[in-house]
């Protein structure tokens, strides 16, 4: 199974602020179709997961640009720019190369 | 896109509960479909996934155990689990097979004598 690690556990951050989250997969990513289906969730307190960024750099839908993705192969990179409020909660990498599917531990985004 | 869960409840270790999943708002028959679950306070956990034509894949936990189904005609996923243990306790989720439609708001199972 593909081991995701992510760090930090934990962050606080200013509102207004930036931060980036790091997520690194035991495996490359890359699907034998070129695709790196590589993903970010946001999990608001009480909610269920949402999904903002897939295939490492795409924004979901309705997904503001302070959420950009970056990165290939095993390493990967959430940032988030000019912090607000909503942005708090837990955030999880998870990848969905092959099976099976396997997601991050979370990094919780406090606002300090 | 609307997917709403329900089936959840207490159950004893050995036995068994059926999940279901009533989907809105897209073409249910074209989309592959995932349950995963979250234990309390704890992280995301894949369970299994049935494409459109119902081929399915588990998770190496429930294999042999959990048994992933889905109903066309009723729009709605459904998730048996038999043989219930303890670490089966989790938040059960439905979710389209991207990922990005609104999740299911989940339904609680605990497992428990």
């Known amino acids: 199974d593909v081991v995701m690690t992510q760090t930090p556990v934990s962050l606080s951050v200013s509102l207004g602020g930036q931060v980036s989250i790091s997520c690194r997969s035991s495996?490359?990513?890359?699907?034998?179709?070129?695709?790196?289906?590589l993903s970010w969730y946001l999990q608001k307190p009480g909610q269920s997961p949402q999904l903002l960024i897939y295939k490492v750099s795409n924004r979901f839908s309705g997904i503001s640009d302070r959420f950009s993705g970056s990165g290939s192969g095993t390493d990967f990179t959430l940032k988030i720019s000019r912090v607000e409020p909503d942005d708090l909660g837990v955030y999880y990498c998870g990848q969905g190369t092959q099976y099976p599917f396997t997601f991050g531990s979370g990094t919780k985004l406090e606002i300090k | 896109v609307q997917l709403v869960e329900s089936g959840g409840g207490l159950v004893q270790p050995g036995k068994s509960l059926k999940l279901s999943c009533s989907a809105s708002g897209f073409t249910f028959s074209s989309y592959g479909m995932h349950w995963i679950r979250q234990a309390p306070g704890k992280g995301l956990d894949w369970v299994a996934y049935?494409?459109?034509?119902?081929?399915?894949v588990y998770a190496d936990a429930v294999k042999g155990r959990f048994t992933i189904s889905r109903d066309n005609a009723k729009n709605t996923l459904y998730l048996q689990l038999n043989s219930l243990k303890s670490e089966d306790t989790a938040i059960y989720y439905c979710a389209r097979a991207d990922l990005g439609a609104p999740w299911g708001q989940g339904v609680m199972v605990t497992v428990s004598s």
């Open positions: 049935i494409s459109s034509s119902s081929g399915t």
């Open positions: 495996q490359s990513l890359v699907h034998n179709n070129g695709n790196t289906y």
